[in-house]
């Protein structure tokens, strides 16, 4: 086991919540400690109900809590094997942004060292609303993927990213996000094609007026 004895409060409550992003969402951590057999509240949590057996057990069951927090030490991305450990974690992240600038600016220089490490910047611009923001980045860290919303842009920095409203994408905010993306673009795509058609049938129309009346453009 990794911690002997009592485990304090700080430190049970700090693994719980980090059980959270591993499992996916606070539910399905919820089910899952559940199903260890041993619930009891945790004053501290708001999420999802904890105490120092359960956090015991769930060190236990993923062998300690490095593996806890960074279960998937490697993954395939967008075609690439990716090595967790090189990845920043949210924190890091976050702090890095706080210090140089939450902009879309001080995002290039992560951009640059992801691209070094990996050949691919493992983030990308969602450029549509989700109901709350104008648009969000999506972020690859060690703990999944962080969205980085934003309402506004300037000619200097780019987007300004609001860095209190970050937050892990589970399945939920995943699926929300791919569907709606589904149909912007079917929807956006449709038009275009819709658009098309008119220019090349106005197009035809007018070599068809010019080739009956003999009134083509002078050379």
Known sequence: ??????????????????????????????????????????????????????????????????????????MKLAGIEIDTSKLLDKQELLDYLTVNGATDRSLANIRERYHEAFKNELMWRYPISDGKHMGTFIVTVKEGFVSLPFDEADKEDYEQLILEDSSMFDEDAMTFFIDDWVLFSDD????????????????????????????????
């Open 188 to 219: 956006l795509l449709s038009a275009m094609n819709d658009m098309l058609k008119i220019i090349k049938d106005e197009g035809e129309s007018d070599v068809a007026h010019m080739e009956k009346s003999g009134n083509f453009p002078a050379v």
């Open 1 to 74: 086991m990794l911690f002997k004895g009592n485990i304090s409060e700080n430190k049970a409550y700090q693994i719980a919540r980090e059980s959270v992003t591993v499992l996916g969402s606070a539910d399905v951590a919820r089910k899952y400690i559940k199903e260890l057999g041993h619930c009891a509240p945790h004053k501290r949590s708001p999420l999802i109900d904890c105490n120092d057996d359960i956090v015991r057990e769930v060190i236990d069951y993923h062998g300690n809590h490095d593996n806890l927090k960074w279960r998937h030490t490697n």
